[in-house]
């Protein structure tokens, strides 16, 4: 019986070494086209522990060169072919992806998302560049409201997305109360304080009771919060009321004054606070649960991190860094690319002209660093 | 792109240059083979006298390491296979990390001890476990662990020339050939999918990373691995974002033991979901310690999970190992269970 010869062979990437599939592609011996006998060198193979040359191990024209010299192969890797005429076309390498549309430049899109909008015919050149878009992006974009809003895995049925509770109804809190008032986005259901009596009420909103009522509020479906501590005194006290919230399985969005400026290429987490004309600019950075207060200008490339503290009128030229949980007080003003440490307090109307440690205090009006005397 | 192995290379060299109380140890570890993994290439040509090649005796070398210590070298010793460590374990458990406390603070055991763990090369039970864990939490010993980022070689120079203490520095035989991730603001070709916020060495803990999704949503889970497991951590997230809509943060901590719980805890006390992966067996592994030092630092809701290493002898054969160890379909399942609560 003979069995007709192959139209071509496929050559494959050996296993080199035991137990090391790997091999870096060194150079083509054999060029595209190019008549082989048994025995000629097609290629030079290089693992971690030696150098070898592939042989071909039949005869033909070497078609479909697949990995080029400097790449990175497999064992059991196409290489190429050797065929029998040198007019052999090769299979077309497969696309990895199946999508026939081409994605604009730049746009990073998940699965879900992508699907949806092909699904729907968007034009993709809508989506934003620069975030990563996911399917309730798509959905806005497609101007169908979006089932849920942020965060889909805490939601149950009947968890009101637009019910916000207020925790700690001070003097920050109440200053909270009008910002929510202002915008579209909530409405304030109750406060939790357990300095207050329940049934007062606070600017309007009613108090429902101290943490104890926290699990009733979330069992009504209210699953936003926002804190109102604003741990002045002592900045534990402000994380202790987020960690409490978050215990009790409430989320806290970010909360911006409509007078407020924040660019868009700034990222907002969830937690943090942006008051009454204060402005954030451009690809700065704010870090979860952190205030900027009435009035602070924190302007471009500024990071600041977790459950830092803003002061009404705080000046932050370009490229500031603030460490988590720092006060940094009124009217305090920040030289471009100064870094402030975690903990640290600055106090009101210091000129910052320098980096400042964790954990330090700057005198209220003072200069930092102080002036050498002579 | 540098890899780990070159990074470690260099911070080898880079310690044998600045301090002439420097001296590397091991077995094989002379030009021209330069090493089994090659960690040492060149460093016997370049520093003749100062690179040693011992016996086959990991007792004898770390026992001899530590004299030399005691007597003001500040040597590196390198065991070929992590699975040796259990060899030294006298010497360092019983001798070098206790003569400071028993023998007054005077005494000092500057001794570095490197050793590639983990599996996937099919050598076998004995040749592929993970088992830093038998050391952690040993008084006087600190276990570090570099990963894909920043800068392993860096780690490695520091923990030689400014550690005092003895230190188990704990390297990983498929990490060595991944390529360094660029890490921090503003690193050049920055990872255009995830953002890498560096935690810089405090008093007694090295370096730690936190990766997220760069601009997507808020996190909801927190990830911690670190070595090899955190480059599979990294797929994870990547593909739970871009698959699924679940957007994870990673926390990949450089040290060991003692263990810093304040990243995990940062991260943790925001999602409430911590995932740890390991390659080291399950049972009273690191994650472990990472899960109940969570629980105790945050209270109220925590759901956990760990991903590890089944708790039965390691396969030799290359299918039936891959289906004891985590890969990145195993941490994905983990996370969406976690997530799905």
């Known amino acids: 019986m003979t069995v007709p010869a192959a139209e071509a062979t496929p050559v494959m990437v050996p296993m080199l070494n035991p137990n090391e599939p790997e091999a870096v592609v060194v150079e083509h011996t054999a060029a595209e086209g190019q008549l082989v006998s048994v025995g000629d060198v097609l290629c030079v193979l290089e693992t971690s522990k030696s150098t070898e040359e592939l042989a071909a191990e039949a005869e033909g024209f070497v078609i479909g060169w697949r990995a080029a010299p400097g790449e990175l192969v497999n064992a059991g890797d196409l290489l190429c072919y050797l065929a029998t005429s040198p007019d052999w076309a090769a299979p077309p390498v497969p696309e990895s992806s199946p999508g026939s549309d081409v994605l604009p430049e730049g746009l990073r899109i998940s699965q879900p998302a992508l699907a949806l909008a092909r699904d729907r015919g968007l034009d993709m050149n809508r989506l934003p560049i620069g975030p990563m878009v996911t399917v309730s992006m798509v959905q806005s974009a497609l101007g169908e409201p979006a089932a849920v809003s942020g965060d889909a895995t805490d939601r149950e049925a009947g968890d009101d997305p637009t019910a916000l509770l207020l925790y700690g109804g001070g003097g920050h809190g109440k200053t909270l109360i009008e910002l929510v008032r202002r915008g579209a986005a909530h409405h304030l259901v109750g406060v939790v304080d357990s300095g207050l009596e329940p049934g007062d009420m606070v600017l309007g909103v009613p108090v429902v009771g101290g943490d104890e009522a926290l699990a009733a509020v979330r069992d009504r479906g209210v699953v936003l919060a926002v804190n109102g501590v604003g741990g002045i005194a002592r900045v534990g006290d402000r994380v202790a009321a987020f960690d409490r919230l978050s215990a009790a399985g409430f989320r806290c969005p970010a909360v911006v004054h409509e007078s407020a400026v924040v660019e868009p290429s700034v990222q907002l987490p969830s937690g943090c606070q942006v008051l009454a004309h204060a402005y954030v600019g451009s690809d700065s950075r704010i870090g979860f649960g952190s205030i900027v207060n009435t009035g602070v200008v924190v302007s471009h490339d500024c990071v600041l991190e977790e459950y830092v503290n803003l002061s009404p009128g705080a000046l932050l030229a370009g490229g500031v860094r603030v460490g988590a949980m720092t006060l940094v007080g009124m009217g305090v003003t920040v030289n471009l690319g100064v870094s402030i440490g975690r903990k640290a307090r600055v106090g009101n109307s210091a000129v910052v002209k320098a980096d400042v440690p964790d954990g330090q205090v700057v005198a209220a009006g003072s200069v930092w660093p102080a002036p050498n005397r002579r | ?341």
């Open chain 2, 1 to 341: 792109m540098t890899k780990v192995l070159d990074s470690l290379n260099s911070g080898l060299r880079q310690c044998l240059a600045a301090d002439e109380r420097v001296v590397v140890m091991g077995e094989d570890i002379l030009d021209p083979y330069g090493g089994a993994f090659k960690v040492t290439k060149g460093l016997s040509t370049e520093f003749p006298g100062r690179v040693l090649t011992t016996p086959v005796s990991e007792a004898g070398i770390v026992g001899v390491a530590t004299g030399m210590a005691l007597r003001g070298f500040r040597p590196v010793v390198e065991i070929m296979f992590g699975d040796f460590t259990t060899l030294v374990a006298d010497q360092l458990v019983n001798h070098a990390s206790k003569f400071a406390a028993m023998y007054g603070h005077d005494v000092k055991v500057p001794l570095v001890v490197r050793t590639p763990m983990g599996g996937r090369r099919g050598y076998g039970p004995t040749h592929s476990q993970t088992l830093e864990k038998l050391f952690l939490g040993i008084p006087g010993l600190r276990v570090v662990a570099p990963a894909a980022l920043g800068d392993p070689g860096a780690l490695l120079a520091s923990a030689v020339l400014d550690d005092d203490g003895p230190v188990l520095f704990v390297e990983n035989k498929v990490l060595y050939n991944c390529e360094l991730h660029p890490s921090g603001p503003g690193a050049p070709d920055a990872d255009e999918d995830l953002e890498c916020t560096i935690r810089a060495a405090t008093a007694g803990h090295p370096p730690s990373y936190r990766l997220t999704v760069r601009h997507g949503e808020e996190a909801a889970l927190t990830m911690a691995a670190y070595g090899y497991m955190a480059e599979l951590a990294r797929q994870a997230v990547l593909r739970l974002a871009y698959e699924l809509e679940i957007f994870a943060e990673l926390v990949v901590p450089t040290g060991l033991s003692p263990h810093d719980a304040i990243p995990v805890a940062d991260s943790a006390r925001r999602t409430r979901k911590l995932l740890v992966v390991e390659e080291g067996t399950r049972s009273l592994g690191w994650g472990a310690e990472v899960v109940a030092r969570a629980v105790e630092d945050l209270g109220g809701a925590l759901s956990a999970r760990r991903v590890a290493a089944d708790d039965i002898v390691l396969p030799a054969a290359a299918p039936a190992e891959a289906a004891v160890l985590p890969d990145v379909d195993r941490i994905m399942k983990a996370a969406q269970e976690l997530h799905g609560r």
